[in-house]
């Protein structure tokens, strides 16, 4: 059976999820939505909300911002078999792709715009 489910992955809730999930034997896969900057989030939420969306505080997406990074960088690979990073920014780019902390994949395209809020996973691929 598969689960799966959306969030932006700013509490240690997703972590608890997938180490419940493994211990019932579930394989854990997080595909990870990167933007370069919080600005671009802030921009997106104030279209939603002119377009008659929910809105969300600056502070509130900058926070969540820093804590879903924090989490993907500093805990992440101890509780996802599998990791797949993209860049939502503007295009749809695969950049990373970990299974069992083993880096599978590295797109050229992992740049320092990204690279600076990722220095645990710099020390994983030796870059």
Known sequence: M???????FHSG?????????????YETNLYFLILVSPEIGVRRVAE???SGGHGVSEATIRERFRLGLEFLDTQAT???DKIFIYNSSE??????VIENQRLLFKS??????????????QKLFGT
Do not use: C, H, M, W
């Open 2 to 8: 598969s689960v799966a489910y959306e969030t932006n």
């Open 78 to 80: 101890e509780f996802y």
């Open 48 to 50: 939603r909300v002119r």
């Open 13 to 25: 809730y997703n972590l608890e999820l997938a180490k419940k999930a493994r211990k019932k034997g």
């Open 108 to 121: 050229d395209l992992f740049n320092d715009s990204i690279r600076q809020y990722l220095p645990n996973f």
């Open 91 to 96: 295009n749809f780019e695969r950049l990373i």
